[in-house]
Every structure is written in structure tokens, then in C-alpha cells.
């Protein structure tokens, strides 16, 4: 009983320890201003007729836009939380905190050590990737989709077909909603459907396992139709497809898989070393790990190449698409690992050391990059912002009264449309609590230059007034 309970309170503490660092990257953005595209969402949860549309495209797709769970949890926000800053961020953050948990359940199940999947975990939650997801809040279909994501993997390792029948309708019930969870809440997690049915089959050809191989198909029969049928209403829609196929498919794949190695271990050259270690270490353990661990390396990796190749051709490879990528590839990283410990041989342990070391740098060098400086920068920006904003008194009242409202940026500041992109004063003005927002204020449109009468702000290059 107390080998038990010891065993209980480390998982604990180490759950603790990677919720620690989740949080670290989500509370230093927790005041940041609802950046672009967010604040139309926010805004748009007032619409019933949106929200409704957008709940009738989980069932019937008419359009290829992807993201329309992970929209209506962003509805969900705004209309808890109005127009409070800190309470956007903070409900919006939950599902990538908990995205780290989930994280290291999946590590802990495929590596069998606690300790390993924590400081993995705990990694991925500090990396660029994860920097890059919290600072921008319309990055929720990403921290929702790879939270279902996750969820559903981790699931699948703990399934046991030998089970009362119950469990197997539960299991099949949980892993059909996580699915349609995350196809509707982006493009880049398409690849759980073909990850989950790999992780059935490799326990299937596990000669135990071979006679369940009924059960296993029963149980993923509901995902496996509802995610036909989803790419074929996907692939079938017309409205946003030319633009659409644009955005998802028109980048190089080379220049993309450089790019995700820089933002992931600070250069491809990181990711070729850490790739030829991994190889290395499973060359010099195959022959002396059971089946059981053969099949979650195979597993790893191939998920690993799955999670890459939706973003393979997109047009804007960002830090925050390689966030799937770079969570596998350190549990394969975790998992090889684990394996490679008990291995006496000097050489193993060198390479495992080296692992260790190239992880820490690569990744410190992309926390350090122009990248990762230019989204840290938009706290400043979002502060100054906000104290410009207040600092003109009746604001709201001018923009009525001048029927526009121009925002004037200096153009040195590239990520000034992020403040000041939107189609109405209210989306802006609204988030401030010392500026009185008259109902007229809905239909103000705003202006990004001196365009007709409205009510100017002239910004430098820090948002701060002119």
C-alpha cells in the first residue's frame, strides 16, 4: 500500500510540475489585448444566428473552414467573459495547459516513466511552439484540436479490447467525440483518425491481441465513418475553396520542414542531429525490447510524420503549427530514452546525454530568435495600446459623432494591424473599461488611414500616441 501511494503522490508532483510550466508562457500573455481575427470571434458570440450555423457544420459541412468546434468553445468565451481581458486569456489558455497534461499522461503511458514524460512535457510547454500558440488568442482551434488530440491518443494506448461491453460502447462513444472535436477545430489534426487506427493495429498484430481484432474494428467503426464522411464534405465544399486551398496548400515543404526545425531546436541542423541519435539509439536496443515497445516507437514515429504532413504545404508556416509535430517528437525522443537508460554500454549513454543537451540548445536558441522576441513583444505593445486608447477621453463619443474611427500605425511596427485590424470601433474600443461605448458605436467602421471625417489616433512605432 505505501509502494502505492508514493507511486500516486509522484505522478502528482509531477503533474505539478508540468501544469507550472504550461502556465508560464499563458500568465506573461495574460493581459495581452484580443489580437486581429480573436476579436471578431469574441464579438460574433452575440450572434445567434452565427453560433447556430457554425454548431450545423459539425453535421453538414458547406464550407471549407475547419474550425467550427473550436469556434464555438470561442464563442463560449465571449460570452462568459464580455469584454474582461484577463478572463478571455485565462478560459482561452485552459485548453493548452491542459494540452500539456494530457501530454504527459500519453509520455507516461508509452514510456512507462513518470519522470521522463514530465521533463518531456514540461519542455514542449516552455519551447517557441507553445510561445507562439499563447500569444494569440485566435490560436484556439490549435490549443483545442491538440487537446482532443492528445486526449484521444492517450486513450487509445490505455484501451483494452478484453473488457465488459460497456466499456468498449464508452470508449468507442469518447474516441468518435474527440475526433469530431478535433477535425473541427483545424486542418493540421486530420492526422488522428490514421494515428488512432495505427495505434489498434500494431496491438492487432500483436498475436495476444490478433483475436479482439473485432472488437477493435466495432469500436472504431463510429470515427472511422463520421471521419469519411467528413473529408468528403470537406473536399466537397465550395465556398472559401480556391482561397481556402491557397492557404492550406500552396507553401514548399522543404522551406516549411526548415522552417519547423528552427522553431522547434533552432535549425534544421538540430533536428537532423537529434533525428540521427534517435535512430542510433534504436538501432543498439531493437533486438532486446519486447513487441510491445517495438510497436510504440513504430507508433511515435509515424504519428511523429503523420502530424507533419497537414502543414507540410501550408502557405505560413508559423511557430505555432509545428506545436503537434514537436509534442510527438519528443515523446518519441522521451520513449527511445527510456529504453535506452538501462543500457550499460558507454556509447548509448553518450548519445543519450547528447540527446539531452541538443533538446536544451536548439531549443534555447529559438526562445532567443526574432521570432520568439516579436511575439514577447506584443505585451508592451498590448499595454501601450490600451493606455493610448484611455488616454483620449469620449473617444468612443468622437468616432460616433465623426461616423469613423481612423487608427493611424507607424509602419516600422509590422505587428500593428494585429491592434488595429478590424471592421468596427466597438471590436476596439470595447476592451478598454474607461472608455464609455455608446450602442452607435456598432457601426462605426474603422480606418487605417485619413480617409473622410473620423475621430484620429496617431501611434508610433510602440503604440503609444503620437
Same mark, same amino acid.
Given at each position: 500500500?505505501?509502494?502505492?501511494?508514493?507511486?500516486?503522490?509522484?505522478?502528482?508532483?509531477?503533474?505539478?510540475?508540468?501544469?507550472?510550466?504550461?502556465?508560464?508562457?499563458?500568465?506573461?500573455?495574460?493581459?495581452?489585448?484580443?489580437?486581429s481575427?480573436?476579436?471578431?470571434?469574441?464579438?460574433?458570440?452575440?450572434?445567434?444566428?452565427?453560433?447556430?450555423?457554425?454548431a450545423?457544420?459539425?453535421?453538414?459541412?458547406?464550407?471549407?473552414?475547419?474550425?467550427?468546434?473550436?469556434?464555438?468553445?470561442?464563442?463560449?468565451?465571449?460570452?462568459?467573459?464580455?469584454?474582461?481581458i /484577463?478572463?478571455?486569456?485565462?478560459? $482561452? *489558455?485552459?485548453? %493548452? &495547459?491542459?494540452? +500539456?497534461? =494530457?501530454?504527459?499522461? @500519453?509520455?507516461?503511458?508509452?514510456?512507462?516513466?513518470?519522470?521522463i514524460?514530465?521533463?518531456a512535457?514540461?519542455t514542449?510547454?516552455?519551447?517557441?511552439?507553445?510561445?507562439?500558440?499563447?500569444?494569440?488568442?485566435?490560436?484556439?482551434?490549435?490549443?483545442?484540436?491538440?487537446?482532443?488530440?492528445?486526449?484521444?491518443?492517450?486513450?487509445?494506448? /490505455?484501451?483494452?479490447?478484453?473488457? $465488459? *461491453?460497456?466499456? %468498449? &460502447?464508452?470508449? +468507442?462513444? =469518447?474516441?468518435?467525440? @474527440?475526433?469530431?472535436?478535433?477535425?473541427?477545430?483545424?486542418?493540421?489534426?486530420?492526422?488522428?483518425?490514421?494515428?488512432?487506427?495505427?495505434?489498434?493495429?500494431?496491438?492487432?498484430?500483436?498475436?495476444?491481441?490478433?483475436?479482439?481484432?473485432?472488437?477493435?474494428?466495432?469500436?472504431?467503426?463510429?470515427?472511422?465513418?463520421?471521419?469519411?464522411?467528413?473529408?468528403?464534405?470537406?473536399?466537397? *465544399?465550395?465556398?472559401?475553396?480556391?482561397?481556402?486551398?491557397?492557404?492550406?496548400?500552396?507553401?514548399?515543404?522543404?522551406?516549411?520542414?526548415?522552417?519547423?526545425?528552427?522553431?522547434?531546436?533552432?535549425?534544421?541542423?538540430?533536428?537532423?542531429?537529434?533525428?540521427?541519435?534517435?535512430?542510433?539509439?534504436?538501432?543498439?536496443?531493437?533486438?532486446?525490447?519486447?513487441?510491445?515497445?517495438?510497436?510504440?516507437?513504430i507508433?511515435?514515429?509515424?504519428?511523429?510524420?503523420?502530424?507533419?504532413?497537414?502543414?507540410?504545404?501550408?502557405?505560413?508556416?508559423?511557430p505555432?503549427?509545428?506545436?503537434?509535430?514537436?509534442?510527438?517528437?519528443?515523446?518519441?525522443?522521451?520513449?527511445?530514452?527510456?529504453?535506452?537508460?538501462?543500457?550499460?554500454?558507454?556509447?548509448?549513454?553518450?548519445?543519450?546525454?547528447l540527446?539531452?543537451?541538443?533538446?536544451?540548445?536548439?531549443?534555447?536558441?529559438?526562445?532567443?530568435?526574432?521570432?520568439?522576441?516579436?511575439?514577447r513583444?506584443?505585451?508592451?505593445?498590448?499595454?501601450?495600446?490600451?493606455?493610448?486608447?484611455?488616454?483620449?477621453?469620449?473617444?468612443?463619443?468622437?468616432?460616433?459623432?465623426?461616423?469613423?474611427?481612423?487608427?493611424?500605425?507607424?509602419?516600422?511596427?509590422?505587428?500593428?494591424?494585429?491592434?488595429?485590424?478590424s471592421?468596427?470601433?466597438?471590436?476596439?474600443?470595447?476592451w478598454?473599461?474607461?472608455?464609455?461605448?455608446?450602442?452607435?458605436?456598432?457601426?462605426?467602421?474603422?480606418?487605417?488611414?485619413?480617409?473622410?471625417?473620423?475621430?484620429?489616433?496617431?501611434?508610433?512605432?510602440?503604440?503609444?500616441?503620437?
Open positions: 500500500m505505501l509502494g502505492t501511494n508514493t507511486l500516486r503522490l509522484q505522478h502528482v508532483l509531477f503533474a505539478v510540475l508540468v501544469v507550472a510550466a504550461a502556465a508560464v508562457w499563458p500568465l506573461y500573455f495574460v493581459d495581452l489585448f484580443p489580437l481575427e480573436a476579436r471578431d470571434w469574441l464579438g460574433w458570440s452575440g450572434n445567434d444566428d452565427i453560433v447556430r450555423q457554425r450545423r457544420n459539425l453535421l453538414y459541412r458547406e464550407t471549407r473552414f475547419s474550425r467550427d468546434f473550436s469556434m464555438l468553445m470561442m464563442f463560449g468565451i465571449g460570452r462568459v467573459c464580455d469584454s474582461s /484577463r478572463c478571455v486569456n485565462v478560459l $482561452a *489558455a485552459l485548453p %493548452l &495547459v491542459l494540452s +500539456s497534461l =494530457a501530454l504527459y499522461s @500519453l509520455i507516461t503511458m508509452l514510456a512507462g516513466r513518470a519522470a514524460a514530465a521533463v512535457a514540461a514542449w510547454s516552455l519551447s517557441l511552439p507553445f510561445l507562439s500558440t499563447a500569444a494569440w488568442q485566435a490560436t484556439i482551434h490549435d490549443r483545442v484540436g491538440m487537446l482532443c488530440t492528445l486526449c484521444a491518443m492517450s486513450l487509445a494506448w /490505455r484501451f483494452r479490447p478484453d473488457v $465488459a *461491453a460497456w466499456k %468498449l &460502447v464508452s470508449y +468507442s462513444a =469518447a474516441i468518435a467525440g @474527440l475526433t469530431v472535436a478535433a477535425l473541427n477545430s483545424k486542418e493540421a489534426y486530420w492526422f488522428l483518425p490514421p494515428a488512432i487506427v495505427l495505434c489498434h493495429g500494431l496491438r492487432a498484430a500483436n498475436s495476444q491481441a490478433r483475436r479482439f481484432l473485432a472488437h477493435d474494428l466495432l469500436v472504431l467503426l463510429p470515427m472511422l465513418a463520421y471521419s469519411v464522411w467528413f473529408v468528403i464534405r470537406y473536399v466537397g *465544399a465550395s465556398e472559401f475553396a480556391a482561397d481556402w486551398s491557397q492557404h492550406v496548400g500552396s507553401g514548399g515543404v522543404v522551406s516549411n520542414l526548415v522552417a519547423c526545425a528552427g522553431y522547434s531546436f533552432g535549425g534544421f541542423a538540430g533536428l537532423l542531429l537529434l533525428a540521427i541519435l534517435v535512430l542510433i539509439l534504436i538501432a543498439r536496443n531493437w533486438r532486446v525490447v519486447d513487441g510491445t515497445s517495438r510497436s510504440k516507437i507508433w511515435c514515429a509515424l504519428t511523429c510524420l503523420l502530424a507533419f504532413l497537414p502543414i507540410a504545404r501550408t502557405r505560413f508556416a508559423a505555432y503549427y509545428t506545436l503537434a509535430p514537436l509534442a510527438l517528437f519528443l515523446a518519441l525522443i522521451a520513449l527511445v530514452f527510456g529504453l535506452a537508460s538501462p543500457d550499460k554500454r558507454r556509447s548509448s549513454r553518450y548519445a543519450a546525454l540527446m539531452m543537451i541538443v533538446v536544451a540548445v536548439g531549443m534555447t536558441i529559438a526562445l532567443i530568435s526574432s521570432s520568439a522576441n516579436m511575439h513583444e506584443r505585451v508592451s505593445l498590448s499595454k501601450n495600446f490600451l493606455v493610448a486608447i484611455a488616454a483620449r477621453e469620449n473617444l468612443a463619443r468622437e468616432a460616433v459623432d465623426h461616423k469613423g474611427l481612423c487608427l493611424l500605425t507607424d509602419p516600422k511596427q509590422a505587428q500593428s494591424y494585429l491592434f488595429t485590424d471592421h468596427f470601433a466597438w471590436d476596439v474600443l470595447r478598454t473599461a474607461k472608455s464609455e461605448v455608446p450602442p452607435e458605436i456598432r457601426s462605426v467602421p474603422v480606418r487605417g488611414s485619413l480617409h473622410g471625417d473620423c475621430a484620429p489616433l496617431q501611434f508610433d512605432a510602440s503604440l503609444r500616441l503620437k
